[in-house]
């Protein structure tokens, strides 16, 4: 049997101990040692060449590696590239242009289809810019991306671009556009077709194609983005009727999303169209009705009904939108809570809106806005300013411009200057008799507390009473008049009234603690300014007037927090500078005294303030 390796014993290197007796032998015979040598160069050589050929066949492999991974990353490359030309081409949502067909004629000329073409896509890339609106791109049953009106060669052979045109065709939502131009006896016709959406056509002298092709843009913008279009109508061409007939088109026979956004729209464009305010705010409420998860028509609704004085139910339709925004988008700036007297607030967003514009809002509406805010704020000489560049477009509200200032003469004590905008008041009304109603509520209570306090207090009642009785501001106005006819009672029951017609407004106690400041009452004074301050934490107003409470208590060091807390909500008040440099000087800090006393005489100051800041106590 044969034996295993483990059980031969030690081996034995037959091969080495040769070599050893070779070299032995030839150390004592010269002539072999020639041989050896030879023997030993080529064994030496030997091993270099297998050493040789180890380290090729090492780099081989590193090169075979190196071979397939690269031909991974090109694939990899490849499917990426692929993957996002399919995303994208399944997100597609533009119009393509392929240049026209055009007579030879007018080719020879230079009048190619591509210049013809490129000369529609340069206008419709105007109205796109001109119509950026706030609605969602998405919203739009045939929408068009920002950045994608563009002229579609078509090429010969495959190319990514080929692939990329063939997979956009496919998977996404582009809009087609092709068209010819026509020669005839008379002229030229051009004529373009949008696949699904139809054809439109335009005729005139061939001498006028520059103009026929402006035409032409626009008939394809009105078929092609109706909603856009409109808008277009509204605010560049000062046309509301046209705009309102096409947004009621889409409001009544619209896709479900076109009819959300389009009703409001209807509203809006049809109340410029007629001047109607009161037909205005119906159709607001129907198509707040039609839709009420639609966000849109709230904004609108509750500007609406403010114009009117019903400013708790705007106030409630706000806090209902934005209930619903904090569950459903809490990232929107609609999501907070609203403070109808945030006006520091409001006056950073409005300050904001007038620097950068805002889609979908007229330049007048941002513009008044801010006059609004300002007011609020009392910077008088900023809302003046202001009131002085809001520019005149279709959608500017000549009511509220009068009526803002109206605000500012009242918040100037400038009764003469109130009345004399009366005529003003009195030439719309003979103008557009549908809305007496309207400005009943807006301008009637500045002109009756105008009459009022130059102690016409019979003309005074007359302007206020045919007010509207849920009218809130006009409720307030019967208080104050009221007062200033020293009846009491009556003026109290009329504050009443507002504060019960406002329960989540602010207002209606902030007059009644001005007042009660006026008859010498500080602790009931405090205690309305206590409800303003807790409904509108950022209102300057109750602040200020509490720091005034307690000047009467002879609590002036304790005022003293209060004024420098309603500076932060209205810096440039120059009635709260006056009163903070007396509570200084009635706490012995007259050289910060002199210092807001200052202040306050580079600011606005009625003329009662201006003879208080002269008799100050800061000498």
Not at 352 to 357: F, P
Not at 389 to 406: H, K, M, Q, T, Y
Not at 446 to 468: K, N, S, V, Y
């Amino acid at each position: 049997m044969a034996e295993t390796a483990d059980d031969a014993g030690p081996s034995i290197d037959t091969g080495g101990l040769a070599a050893d007796l070779a070299m032995e032998e030839a150390r004592n015979d010269p002539s072999l040692r020639k041989h050896v040598a030879a023997f030993l160069d080529d064994q030496r050589a030997l091993i270099a060449d297998q050493r040789h050929h180890l380290h090729l066949g090492v780099w081989e492999k590193r090169i075979g590696m190196m071979l397939r991974l690269a031909t991974l990353c090109v694939g990899l490359a490849f499917v990426a590239t692929l993957g996002w030309m399919v995303r994208e081409a399944a997100q597609a949502d533009g119009l393509k242009v392929e240049p026209f067909n055009v007579p030879s004629a007018l080719a020879d000329r230079g009048l190619t289809g591509e210049v013809v073409a490129a000369r529609v896509i340069d206008r419709l890339s105007e109205l796109q810019t001109q119509t950026n609106t706030g609605r969602p791109t998405r919203t739009y049953s045939n929408a068009w991306g920002d950045k994608t009106i563009k002229l579609e060669i078509p090429e010969t052979g495959v190319s990514l671009e080929e692939i990329d045109s063939w997979l956009r065709t496919k998977l996404g939502h582009e809009t087609p556009l092709t068209g010819e131009v026509v020669r005839s006896e008379t002229g030229v016709t051009l004529t373009a077709r949008t696949g699904k959406d139809g054809a439109v056509s335009v005729s005139g002298s061939e001498a006028d194609m520059d103009g026929l092709t402006v035409k032409l843009a626009e008939a394809i913008y009105r078929l092609t983005q109706p909603y856009r279009y409109g808008i277009y109508l509204l605010r560049h061409e000062n046309r509301p009727a046209d705009a309102a007939s096409i947004f009621q088109e889409l409001a009544l026979h619209g896709s479900p999303e076109e009819r959300r956004w389009s009703y409001n729209m209807w509203a809006h464009a049809n109340q410029i169209a007629t001047q109607d305010f009161d037909l205005g705010l119906r159709m607001f409420q129907k198509a707040h009705q039609a839709d009420p998860d639609a966000g849109q028509p709230i904004p609108t609704l509750a500007s609406a009904l403010n114009r009117f004085g019903r400013v708790e139910e705007a106030l409630q339709i706000l806090k209902e939108r934005a209930a619903w925004l904090r569950k459903n988008d809490p990232a929107s700036p609609g999501a907070r809570e609203p403070d109808p007297a945030s006006y520091s607030d409001d006056l950073v967003t409005a300050t904001e809106r007038a620097r950068t514009g805002q889609p979908g809002t007229a330049r007048s509406i941002i513009m008044g806005s801010l006059v609004g805010a300002e007011i609020g704020t009392h910077d008088l000489a900023a809302a003046r300013a202001t009131l002085a560049e809001v520019p005149f477009d279709s959608e500017r509200d000549a009511v509220v411009n009068i009526r803002r200032g109206l605000e500012i003469g009242t918040e100037a004590e400038d009764w003469h200057g109130v009345l004399a905008r009366a005529s003003e008041m009195n030439a719309y009304v003979k103008t557009y008799r549908q809305n007496r109603h309207y400005v009943l509520a807006a301008l009637a209570p500045f002109l009756a507390l105008a009459h009022a306090h130059l102690g016409d207090f019979a003309t005074a009642e007359h302007t206020i009473a045919p007010a509207p009785a849920d009218c809130y501001p006009c409720l307030i106005a019967r208080a104050q008049i009221a007062e200033l006819a020293r009846q009491r009672a009556r003026a109290d029951l009329w504050f009443a009234k507002a504060a019960a017609a406002g329960p989540s407004l602010p207002f209606a106690d902030q007059a009644w603690g001005r007042v009660l400041l006026g008859r010498g009452e500080p602790d009931r004074a405090i205690a309305h300014f206590t409800i303003v301050t807790q409904r509108s934490p950022r209102f300057a107003d109750p602040l200020e007037g509490w720091g005034e409470a307690l000047m009467m208590k002879n609590q002036s060091h304790l005022a003293l927090t209060k004024f420098a807390e309603a500076e932060k909500y209205a810096p440039n008040w120059g009635r709260l500078h006056l009163k903070w440099g007396e509570a200084l000087a009635y706490s012995g800090r007259r050289d910060e005294a002199k210092k807001h006393f200052a202040r306050a005489a580079q600011l606005d100051l009625s003329p009662s303030e201006k003879s208080e800041l002269a008799g100050a106590p800061h000498v």
